[in-house]
């Protein structure tokens, strides 16, 4: 393999030119920031909808998240809420098993006594009936004429936003709506996901995970979502008591059809990076560059799509 005559290494992440050559040269000023930052959105949708929930939580502005279930919307919520006020005040209803005129009730009086930073996350949206979703809707208004109201956040099990379904009464209390990606689109944090849950569900076990598995992991369309790695990784737990995990050990019937089928997001990823690809001739290193993604996730991307070697 050549580039400008010398030989080198495609696959080594530590091996490059000196300085990444810049490929969008024919851009200049802010139209060169622009097309890299759509390039990095396209390929990390889940790093743009973190910064969207911070942007919110920064300026206290009501936020709808949508995504299919599973996908951590209120875990994450809660996490970059405290990330940003330590120590504040954070209830959680969720929708689907609670009496929810009960529970906001209840909060409209605890919250008063909470610290100045406060969040009410709504789970489940989706499971509202008519009734609940009008005393809801109730008493959000009775929390939005408090002296300082507590920020909401509301997750809705689901791709897009159903202006037909009940929980659209509420929909006026949330200034904006972002989407959080599937699992599957999230094939550079997966690896530490289920390392996480490792050490959330297997306290007495010493397990550690396979590069195999690994792969494993990024190939599969997860429908699931994270709920489903744990379930994955819970039945691995209570078979294996320590040790490094192979595929071996996952459950055979549930991977037995791992094969994995390109959403429209995957497609537009794939011809994204295939683009970049034959726009440097096959290397990888300025693709990343030109990307502006990081090597390893350029990598992991390439893998999980099936990519060819292109040169």
């Avoid at 789970?123 to 959000?140: F, G, M, P, Q």
């Avoid at 929909?171 to 390392?195: K, M, N, Q, W, Y």
């Avoid at 560059?289 to 799509?305: E, T």
Wanted: proline share 4%.
């Amino acid at each position: 393999m050549h580039d400008g005559g010398g030989s080198r290494s495609r696959q080594g992440a530590h091996v490059g030119s000196v300085g990444p050559r810049d490929y969008t040269t024919n851009l200049t000023g802010d139209n060169r920031r622009v097309q890299r930052a759509k390039n990095q959105s396209l390929l990390n949708p889940y790093l743009r909808a973190r910064q969207a929930v911070a942007v919110s939580i920064s300026e206290h502005r009501n936020q709808l998240l949508v995504g299919e279930a599973g996908t951590g919307k209120s875990t994450m919520a809660a996490a970059m809420f405290t990330s940003q006020y330590p120590g504040a005040g954070i209830e959680t209803v969720n929708c689907a098993r609670l009496d929810v005129s009960a529970a906001v009730e209840r909060l409209s009086t605890s919250l008063s006594d909470r610290a100045s930073h406060r969040l009410l996350v709504l789970r489940s949206l989706t499971s509202l009936n008519v009734n609940d979703a009008r005393a809801l809707n109730n008493a959000l208004l009775a929390l939005s004429k408090a002296v300082d109201p507590p920020m909401i956040i509301g997750c809705v099990d689901a791709t897009a936003v159903d202006p037909s379904h009940p929980y659209a009464l509420v929909g006026t209390h949330f200034r904006e709506v972002t989407r959080i990606p599937a699992l599957r689109h999230r094939v550079d944090d997966i690896a530490d996901i289920a390392r996480s849950i490792l050490r959330e569900i297997s306290t007495r076990h010493s397990l550690r995970l396979g590069m195999q598995v690994v792969r494993v992991f990024e190939g599969y369309s997860w429908p699931g979502n994270i709920s489903e790695l744990k379930d994955v990784l819970r039945h691995v737990v209570a078979n294996k008591p320590f040790g490094e995990i192979q595929s071996s050990d996952l459950p055979r019937l549930h991977f037995r059809d791992a094969t994995r089928k390109l959403s429209p997001l995957d497609t537009a990823q794939c011809d994204t990076i295939i683009q970049a690809l034959y726009e440097v001739g096959g290397n990888r290193y300025d693709a990343a560059a030109l990307l502006g993604i990081s090597r390893s996730s350029l990598y992991r991307k390439i893998d999980a799509f099936g990519i060819s070697y292109i040169g």
